[in-house]
């Protein structure tokens, strides 16, 4: 096997179409609102690419006892309501540096040659801490596009994300521009301990309202209340574990 190898499993006519890049992260909030998508959109949505590279992990994933090697998997949809969309989703990013940069480029590749002009990467930012409103922050290639982001609801913040945007969410912008693709990077607030998909539904309504299509959130909801429960516990933990520590007072009598 090559360094990179691009499957073509489908041609589907698509009619000015935004790439839409969700691969797991923080929180796993972009691969969330790709898998998402994915699921609302099922009778319009064509698998069309499959990207395989040696950057990726070197495993399989295995369903129903069937083994498959490592991929990112692309798909067209179609008749959204609004713009045709080409999501690219998987289980991994790349290991190392250079297999970013691989990917991204390829990621690029292929979005060319569907003619795409505009391009979504989604991710999460890290709190580091269990957080009750979900923010969704931006970063874009040309300040043109701020607006229309706020409008939705994108908050544009100096100094944020602190360090960058690391990974192929963030070379897909500064290759992108290189090409000439509008690009943008809309990242979720999360506490960056759990899958969130409080955060997931936040970037979906943004691009909801960008990219003009409706969808349901009830399974993402449904998502939402399990890790309820389960932050719950979080926070219990962690009271208990404060009233647990020992004063100053009772140390004295320690030894």
Known sequence: MD????????????????????LPGVGHVGSLVAEHLLEEFEAESTL?????????????????????????????VTETGGEDLLVFTGDH?????????ML???????????DVSQCYALGGVPTGELIESYDVIGAV???????????????????????????????????????GVDAACLMGETSGYLVDPKSARAVLS??????????????LDERAEEME???????????????????????RYIG
Do not use: N, W
Not at 141 to 147: F, L, P, R, V
Not at 206 to 219: C, H, I
């Open 206 to 219: 943004v691009l909801e309202t960008r990219l003009g299509f409706d969808v349901e959130y009830d399974s």
């Open 104 to 114: 991204a480029e390829a990621f690029l590749d292929v979005a060319e040659s569907f």
């Open 141 to 179: 290639t040309d300040e043109s596009m701020i607006d229309d982001l706020e409008d939705a609801g994108v908050e544009f913040r100096e100094d944020e994300p602190a360090g960058g945007i690391v990974g192929v969410s963030g070379l897909l912008l500064g290759l992108g521009v290189r090409r």
């Open 48 to 76: 069309v690419r499959r990207i395989y590279s040696t950057a990726f992990p070197p495993q399989v994933s295995v369903e129903d006892g069937v083994a498959s090697l490592t991929c990112t998997e692309v798909y067209a």
């Open 93 to 101: 990013q790349a290991q190392h540096g250079d297999g970013h940069y």
């Open 3 to 22: 360094e990179l190898d691009i499957d073509v499993v489908a041609d589907v006519e698509l009619d000015d179409p935004v790439l839409i890049e969700g």
């Open 229 to 251: 429960a389960v932050m719950g516990k979080i926070r219990e933990m962690e009271s208990q574990a404060s009233m647990d520590v020992p004063s100053d007072d009772d140390l």
